[in-house]
């Protein structure tokens, strides 16, 4: 089984917000690829919407935010790594889109009792503005048929 595509790629663009409140706190970046730890898929990412939540994430909405952190929780996109003990059916050339946030720590709500769960997309982890993001296996869904991939990519060519 294919684990990983290989890349040349030793850098990649991101939009990182260092400080919320202001214009000037989101600002693009090169940073290393990260590789996938355990449980964990890279995906190279073909869109990323902009909604109403990275909005309130910009301005500083949620207190716990984490920065600096990429926005973006609505990703389209293929693997192209999977990192070891991965237990989905989603392997190294799916195209996938993001759940917003690890399915597995926390359904349905990301908000628990002892607070929010750590994988928040755009919140508490790095989201999807980034041309490659590393994140937990279930905070993606495998497209299992073309249709289904035209219809995300159209829904999400809005926003870019």
């Known amino acids: ?72 929780h609505e990703v389209s996109g293929v693997v192209v790594e999977v990192g070891s003990g991965c237990s989905s059916n989603i392997a190294v050339g799916d195209k996938v889109l993001s759940l917003h946030w690890d399915q597995a720590s926390s359904w349905p709500s990301p908000l628990t009792s002892s607070g929010p769960t750590k994988s928040i997309l755009g919140l508490l982890e790095d989201g999807g503005n980034q041309e490659f993001m590393t994140a937990a296996e279930h905070t993606f869904m495998k497209f299992e048929s073309k249709q289904e991939w035209s219809a995300a990519q159209a829904a999400l060519s809005k926003y870019i």
Not at 29 to 35: G, I, L, M, W
Not at 38 to 58: F, I, P, T, Y
Not at 61 to 67: L, S, V
């Open 1 to 72: 089984m294919q684990r990983f595509i290989q890349y040349r790629c030793l850098s990649h663009r991101a939009m990182i917000l260092r400080a919320t409140g202001s214009a000037q706190g989101l600002t693009e970046a090169t940073r290393e690829p990260r590789a996938p730890s355990e449980r964990e898929l890279k995906v190279r990412v073909h869109c990323c919407g902009v909604s109403s939540l990275d909005v309130m994430n910009r301005k500083g909405a949620f207190p716990f935010i984490k920065t600096p952190i990429i926005l973006g």
